[in-house]
């Protein structure tokens, strides 16, 4: 156990529909990372968070958004969504950015159908 | 581009054997290059973090090199185990972590 949750661990939804996937870090830890991770992508890194501040961006589509909350946890939110985003979503926390090791949640995994 | 190529693909080895996995960049600026083991499922687990002046880290039967010269890392696995089988997988960020790339991983299986 990590000690990073992640909320729903399964998701089903339909095309077009908007979802919002949760993620609660380490206690203590001040960054938040999103990761996607498909069948022919493999992982990809979507956005970081630390502090609340937004501190670095990957591949994140427009479609997608997501924000850090005071109480340090951290929400993804996925919308107009298409066949191509199942996948499984992936939050890691850190105590800072650089080197800090990122612990990873056991993650959510969405399907659009 | 920045990318991040792994080799092999996949790897089956007997219980007890010693295997290397084979990870090359070009990401740059580079910052830190990091190995994850992966069970199929579950979030990956950081097993090793190299900054560009460290050239080995061991961590347990886990040991892995960084050639910054050549942008080259392997990871060696020493005596095997069942439990060892699983996906590892490189990632190297650039200076920020502002762009960091995966590479496909390496599936190992062990077998007894």
């Known amino acids: 156990d990590s000690g990073v949750t992640q909320t729903p661990k399964h998701l089903i939804t339909a095309t077009g529909q908007r979802v919002t996937l949760r993620c609660s870090p380490r206690?203590?830890?001040?960054?938040v990372y999103w990761y996607q991770q498909s069948l022919d992508q493999g992982l990809q890194f979507l956005i970081q968070?630390?502090?609340?501040?937004?501190?670095a961006k990957g591949n994140i589509l427009e479609r997608f958004s997501a924000q850090q909350f005071p109480d340090l946890h951290s929400e993804l939110n996925l919308s107009s969504l298409e066949l191509g985003d199942s996948a499984l979503y992936f939050c890691?926390?850190?105590?800072?950015?650089?080197?800090?090791?990122?612990?990873f949640g056991p993650g959510t995994r969405l399907t659009v159908l | 581009k920045n990318q991040v190529e792994q080799s092999p693909q996949s790897l089956i080895i007997l219980e007890g054997k010693n295997c290397t996995l084979q990870?090359?960049?070009?990401?740059?600026?580079?910052?830190?290059l990091r190995w994850y083991k992966q069970d199929t499922g579950r979030g990956p687990v950081s097993l090793t973090i190299m900054t560009f002046s460290e050239n080995t880290k061991s961590n347990g039967r886990y040991t892995a090199t960084l050639d910054a010269d050549t942008k080259q890392s392997s990871l060696h696995i020493t005596a095997s185990q069942l439990s060892d089988s699983a996906s590892y997988i490189c990632?190297?960020?650039?200076?920020?972590?502002?762009?960091?790339?995966f590479g496909a991983g390496t599936r190992l299986t062990v077998k007894p």
């Open positions: 206690s203590g830890d001040l960054s």
């Open positions: 968070y630390y502090n609340g501040e937004e501190r």
């Open positions: 990870c090359n960049y070009t990401v740059s600026p580079f910052s830190n």
């Open positions: 890691a926390s850190s105590v800072g950015f650089g080197e800090d090791t990122q612990y």
């Open positions: 990632v190297v960020s650039a200076y920020n972590n502002n762009d960091m790339r």
